[in-house]
């Protein structure tokens, strides 16, 4: 590692900067013997990319839903802003696996929906929906149905949905695993420009590990159930290269080596 | 269809069925088979008495009363079992059971209970179409994706809100319920009035049949196939619309 990036590592990882969200003790049993999540210590910095990266049933969509205020945690508490939380609210906004979407209504619905459940007026919250369906490419597409769109597109609209309601953190759960190789890359790389563009926290949770060492700042690595922080990687990637050129970068490669040498344990 | 190469339309099936009663009923061996042209004169003659408007006011009356009855009732018990496991618990088996009972033998129950009139067959109707209405809607509500949901739960929709989405979710399934509630309650309004047999159509058929009107009989019939099949063609259309983002849900 050159000492450029040790510097700009310690600039990422300061310890007592402003968490915009804090996870505190947060443990999860289900039922009564399924641990699912045990003590989960961790702090996400403001207007950066986390990813929740662990094997299948570590628990990442109920950390994920635990931090929305979807799913109540067993022990432990959520912070937002120094604020305990009891449920969802507008300070966080949720991009659903499967999309989401009521079929009955239009793009131009679906993405006002969060808008309209806080009592904005219909013409102020149609023009704010249309500035983010045209912000994820969607454009001329305010009236279609869902049943209209192709997967990728319909990801779109829950994405520019959750932008809508204007919250500071989004949260992903795996939201580009329904969609085709393509189509995500692209969606990647919109993440990356939409972070850029709109400075927000994201929580993202992948099962990708260079999906995660592509678009993450910080990538939280969960040990399989009972889920518990197993190590901490803040990828070094430098920032201007192009996407393809990154793809075959050295740091690039070698941290998705590293994670995966952290995760094989767990899978054989 | 297909017969020696050519191709038959569906209507020439019936035609020919229509054939053969009429070369039966020519025959004159049973009182039952009247010629089939003999059934289309009467048909005339039934339309345009004075107590098939009547017969018919009456039908479309219980009908309409015992359907939206069965509506009433049917779509929000459907709800609360699919939304309240215990409800479902407590309920699903008597749906269930209701749903396969020969429900023409409780008739005369309802007679008993209901008198000789209308309110029997409001009654009959309600039984007949009330229950597919609950399984479906409840099958409605079930099918949810609970994505949906916790969507609706995120972006901090109210109660209220949250109900109609559960209500717009279920809705293709709901409908589905109704229309096969409507074709049933078709069902439960004849056999009703032919059990009660002195209201409506039910009294037209024993008037018939005691005067050995066997052409206005079988006149009678068809012209009350005929009504069901539209009445079910008119709500299969209706349901069309709004079919299209049953499959679409994930
Ligand atoms: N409602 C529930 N009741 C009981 N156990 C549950 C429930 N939801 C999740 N679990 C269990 O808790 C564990 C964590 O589940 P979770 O869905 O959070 O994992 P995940 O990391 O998101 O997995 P995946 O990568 O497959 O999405 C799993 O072992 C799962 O079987
Ligand atoms: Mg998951």
């Known amino acids: 590692m050159s000492i450029a990036m040790q510097i700009e590592t310690e600039n990422a990882v300061p310890a007592a900067s402003n968490p915009i969200i804090e996870v505190k003790g947060i443990s999860k049993i289900y039922g009564s013997d399924i641990v699912a999540l045990e003590n989960i210590d961790l702090a996400f910095e403001e207007g950066q990319l986390t990813s929740l990266l662990g094997p299948s049933g570590c628990g990442k969509t109920t950390l994920l839903k635990i931090v929305a205020g979807l799913l109540k945690p067993s022990h432990g508490e959520i912070l937002v802003k120094g604020k305990k939380v009891h449920g969802p609210g507008p300070e966080r906004a949720f991009v659903f696996q499967d999309f989401a979407l009521m079929p009955w209504a239009n793009v131009m619905q679906n993405v006002a929906f969060g808008l309209k459940m806080q009592g904005v007026g219909k013409a102020a919250r149609e023009d704010t929906a249309r500035h983010y369906i045209s912000e994820v490419g969607l454009s001329g597409f305010e009236q279609k149905f869902p049943h209209q769109l192709s997967g990728g597109m319909r990801q779109r609209v829950g994405l520019a949905r959750a932008l809508a309601v204007n919250a500071d953190v989004l949260l992903m759960d795996e939201p580009f695993s329904a969609v085709d190789e393509q189509t995500r890359r692209k969606f990647q790389e919109d993440l990356m420009r939409l972070r850029e563009v709109e400075k927000k926290t994201f929580l993202f949770v992948t099962h990708s590990i260079e999906e995660a060492v592509y678009v993450s700042d910080r990538i939280v690595l969960l040990s399989p159930r009972p889920g518990r922080v197993s190590q901490i990687i803040d990828p070094d990637i430098p920032q201007d290269i192009g996407p393809d050129e990154l793809r075959r970068n050295d740091v690039y490669l070698d941290t998705v080596e590293s994670i995966w040498h952290g995760i094989k344990k767990y899978v054989e | ?250």
């Open chain 2, 1 to 250: 269809m297909t017969l020696l190469g050519y191709r038959v339309p569906m209507m020439a099936a019936l035609l020919v069925w229509v054939v053969v009663w009429e070369i039966i009923g020519r025959f004159d061996l049973l009182l039952l088979f009247p010629p089939f042209t003999e059934v289309l004169m009467a048909l005339g003659d039934v339309v345009t008495s004075r107590s098939f408007a009547e017969a018919i006011r009456i039908t479309a009356l219980s009908y309409a009363c015992g359907l939206a009855l069965a509506i009433a009732v049917g779509v929000p018990l459907g709800l609360l079992m699919g939304l309240v496991p215990a409800a479902d618990k407590m309920l699903n088996i008597w749906v269930n059971t209701f749903l396969s009972a020969p429900l023409s033998a409780l008739v005369p129950v309802f007679m008993i209970l209901f008198g000789l009139g209308t309110p029997t067959v409001i009654v009959t109707v309600f039984m007949f179409a009330v229950w597919i209405i609950v399984l479906d809607t409840r099958a409605g509500v079930q099918n949810i994706s609970p994505s949906l949901m916790e969507m609706a739960h995120s972006f901090g929709a109210s109660h209220a809100e949250r109900g109609k989405i559960v209500l717009l979710a279920a809705l293709p399934e709901i409908l589905a319920g109704i229309r096969l509630g409507m074709i049933r309650g078709v069902k439960g309004v004849v056999i009703g009035q032919l059990l009660v047999s002195i209201i409506g159509v039910g009294a037209l058929f024993s008037l018939y049949q005691q005067n050995f009107l066997m052409a206005h009989f079988w006149a009678l019939i068809l012209l009350l196939f005929a009504m069901a099949l539209t009445l079910s063609g008119l709500v299969g259309r209706l349901e069309k619309r709004i079919e299209y983002y049953a499959g679409v849900r994930s």
